[in-house]
């Protein structure tokens, strides 16, 4: 059962960046598909960003052209750098893994982060 501990969330004025990282407790290369959500008060938990195995990432409509998903397989780390932020990207923001299919995504990710707070003021 693989553990994932997010980091790097914060405060930041409208327009900043901020770079979320998120570490997995085991080799993660080649077994999971990993993503981030995140959820807003009052708001379902929505995917922002996922990433293949094979490096292939899918986007959420809005947050394209802003935000970046990559991977570190050496350090089992997972990266969300978000720039041009707005004050609706606000929300916890959570690292998940889909293990059911050997790095392929197939939307069934089993394994969440504790999640980290980002907020963003205009």
């Known amino acids: 059962q693989v553990q994932l501990v997010e980091s790097g969330g914060g405060s930041v004025q409208s327009g900043g960046s901020l770079r979320l990282s998120c570490v997995a407790s085991e080799y993660t290369y080649r077994r999971y598909c990993m993503g981030w959500f995140r959820q807003a008060p009052g708001k379902e938990r929505e995917v922002v960003a996922i990433?293949?195995?094979?490096?292939?990432?899918r986007y959420a409509n809005f947050v394209k052209g802003r935000f970046t998903i990559s991977q570190d397989n050496a350090r089992n780390t997972l990266f969300l750098q978000m720039n041009s932020l707005k004050p609706e990207d606000s929300a916890m923001y959570y690292c998940?893994?889909?293990?059911?299919?050997?790095?392929?995504?197939?939307?069934?990710?089993?394994?969440w982060g504790q999640g980290i707070l980002v907020t963003v003021s205009s």
């Open positions: 998940a893994a889909d293990g059911s299919n050997w790095g392929s995504c197939e939307n069934q990710f089993e394994f």
């Open positions: 990433i293949d195995s094979d490096g292939v990432t």
